[in-house]
């Protein structure tokens, strides 16, 4: 099994260039996250989904979208890039069962810079 | 709103033991969760705590007061390779919305 993939691995972007980040799992996970994680940070959750067709804010939402039209897919838009956005950015998913949804599995990350 | 606190930074030995705490504030609890980070890698699960009392997974245990919003992780024989970013967790009543702390970042000596 692969997990959780993330494509790109890393990405330039200018101010205002738009971009989707893309994840995809192959454990049949209903929960999935975007987090994003500043130098010596912590990690922000930006958007969170509990399954296909429904999506949720987390705590740093604004600049980015999500969409979630099949279990195994969680992209995240970024419309107009902003040097804020400048982060290390993590999928993660997680089976909704209750003694298991806080075992979260993560993909390898996306080094995104914005300039 | 959930929050939560987690010292900057420790030091230790090799060989030694280290507890690194963790207190939060949640409008609902679920549990408490720990992850490891080493530099430049993705976090990966080491415990979960959703009633008092303390785990034990080889190591590594993890502790949780719920009447004191309070929780560590407690790492035994530290080795070289347990250097690394340590973060706690938590979900709010709504399940599934995991919430991390800011980290505690261990360095083991020789």
């Known amino acids: 099994n692969a997990g959780v993939t993330q494509t790109p691995k890393f990405r330039i972007l200018k101010i205002g260039q738009s971009m989707t980040l893309q994840c995809a799992q192959d454990?049949?996970?209903?929960?999935m996250y975007w987090y994003r994680q500043d130098p010596g940070m912590g990690l922000k959750l930006i958007y969170y989904s509990v399954g296909a067709g429904i999506t949720d804010k987390g705590e740093v939402p604004n600049g980015y979208n999500v969409s979630r039209s099949t279990t195994e897919d969680f992209p995240l838009r970024l419309e107009l890039a902003a040097p804020s956005q400048t982060s290390v950015y993590f999928c993660?998913?997680?089976?909704?069962?209750?003694?298991?949804?806080?075992?979260?599995?993560f993909g390898s990350g996306t080094q995104l810079s914005v300039l | 709103g959930q929050s939560l606190e987690q010292p900057s930074e420790v030091t230790a030995v090799e060989g030694a033991i280290v507890q690194m705490n963790c207190t939060y504030q949640?409008?609902?609890?679920?549990?408490l969760s720990w992850y490891q980070q080493h530099d430049g890698g993705a976090p990966t699960f080491l415990s979960y705590?959703?009633?008092?009392g303390l785990e034990e997974t080889g190591r590594f245990s993890s502790f949780l007061s719920r009447s004191d919003s309070y929780g560590y992780l407690l790492l035994q024989e530290l080795q070289m390779k347990d250097s690394a970013s340590y973060f706690c967790?938590?979900?709010?009543?709504?399940?599934?919305?995991?919430?991390f702390g800011q980290g505690t970042e261990l360095s083991v000596k020789p």
């Open positions: 949640t409008s609902g609890f679920y549990g």
């Open positions: 454990m049949n996970h209903n929960y």
């Open positions: 967790a938590v979900s709010d009543n709504q399940g599934g919305k995991l919430i």
């Open positions: 993660a998913s997680s089976s909704p069962d209750r003694s298991t949804n806080e075992k979260l599995f």
């Open positions: 705590n959703a009633l008092d």
